[in-house]
């Protein structure tokens, strides 16, 4: 039989009509940004995520920034982060003037190894930063039975929606960061969420994205007096979403759970189709959490492989079908090896991760044909 071929995105995001009409609302309202379709949004994301404060941002790296700033992380500080995630996880450290060091990572979740953390943990560590990758908790029981007192802060950029032993990420630390680029599940274009149980954090970070300001802009316009001007008593940042991302998030929202519940069929469907495939290792999920599938990622065995990973990436690309590495080992990027002096060896599984994940196609404007061509694609790699 003759396979057609056909050009299937490593991703797209899944808006149509609806957000388009949602983001016409706060352009004829006027308000567009900060007000009444942002503070919504915060309110359902909340809901959907088990905790009680919600806050919208530009990004999940402003969102990181903002929840180091509110610990009170500084010059002297030490702040963990897994050594296989996306770079701004690390960057917003130094944004902080603090010390980022790297934990290795689990070859089987590509999520942070708690025996390396153990190892890691001094008196100078402020912050904890586990890393949900492409949508899959981290053992966040196993991370406090090291971590003590230490706060946790979850990169969730890509785990809206996913789960760890019955609660939600977002709820599981100190501090919950999200993202809604467009690679994510649910998007905003450019955005993110953080969330909290913690009241005093969650005004300090509803000031801080706002300037520093002492009183949100919506307050002070349904306020008794919105012609007096906030009090502004800390360093502050905007970091502020506006209305029209937020009245398309909102919508985005609505769908978290079918666009996961989809994923999550077709992640079933590779997992079955590709598990005879001696040279791919497809994501394992253990019982009591609830994958997000933000990304599908296998880990390509190159002493099984017919070819190497890059070279069976290439082979996909000329066959129609974009795949990426699953992200990087920042250790391993110019700018951390420089700056730390650090040598790929020094975190191993982060370097295998590096080396041999990829990332193939999963998303919900795919149609069972495309998901078809793909697994057809790689049973062809010979
Ligand atoms: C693990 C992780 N952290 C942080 C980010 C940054 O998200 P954003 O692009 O919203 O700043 C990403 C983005 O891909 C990510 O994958």
């Known amino acids: 039989m003759e396979v057609v071929k056909r050009n299937i995105p490593i991703s797209l995001p899944h808006t149509g009509e609806e957000e388009w009409l949602a983001a016409k609302e706060p352009i004829m309202s006027g308000w567009l940004t900060a007000g009444p379709k942002v503070r919504e949004f915060e309110e359902i994301f909340a809901k959907r995520h088990g905790v009680k404060h919600a806050m919208a941002v530009t990004s999940a790296t402003t969102a990181l920034h903002l929840a180091l700033v509110a610990l009170g992380i500084k010059e002297g500080d030490e702040v963990i982060v897994p050594a296989f995630t996306w770079i701004s996880t690390a960057n917003v450290v130094l944004y902080c003037n603090a010390k980022v060091v790297f934990v290795d990572v689990d070859r089987t979740t590509f999520n942070i190894d708690v025996a390396d953390l153990k190892k890691k943990i001094t008196s100078k560590t402020k912050a904890i930063i586990p890393v949900h990758l492409f949508g899959l908790c981290a053992d966040i029981d196993a991370v406090k039975a090291v971590a003590g007192n230490i706060p946790l802060i979850e990169d969730g950029a890509c785990a809206a929606g996913a789960g760890y032993k019955g609660k939600p990420a977002g709820s599981l630390g100190t501090l919950g960061c999200f993202s809604f680029h467009p690679r994510k599940s649910v998007t905003t274009g450019e955005g993110g969420m953080i969330t909290t149980n913690d009241d005093k954090l969650a005004e300090l970070i509803s000031n801080l994205r706002n300037h520093g300001a002492s009183v949100s802009e919506e307050q002070r316009h349904h306020g008794p007096k919105p012609y007096i001007l906030p009090e502004f008593n800390m360093l502050g940042y905007n970091y502020r979403m506006t209305d029209l991302q937020a009245a398309v998030g909102i919508v985005q929202l609505k769908k978290l759970d079918i666009f996961i519940d989809e994923r999550e069929q077709w992640a079933k469907f590779y997992n079955e189709q590709l598990k005879d495939i001696v040279w791919i290792k497809i994501p394992e999920v253990k019982e009591n959490y609830k ?68 990332s193939i196609p999963l998303f919900n404007k795919m149609t069972k044909e495309d998901y078809e061509y793909v697994v057809y694609a790689l049973k062809s790699i010979k």
């Open 291 to 358: 994958h997000g599938w933000q990304s599908y990622v296998v880990y390509i065995d190159e002493k099984k492989s017919p070819l190497k990973r890059n070279e069976i990436m290439e082979k996909l690309q000329q066959m129609g079908i974009s795949t990426r590495p699953g992200t990087h080992a920042p250790h391993m990027l110019g700018f951390y090896a420089e700056k730390y002096d650090i040598k790929a060896d020094d975190f191993p599984g982060a370097k295998d991760c590096n080396n041999y994940s990829m």
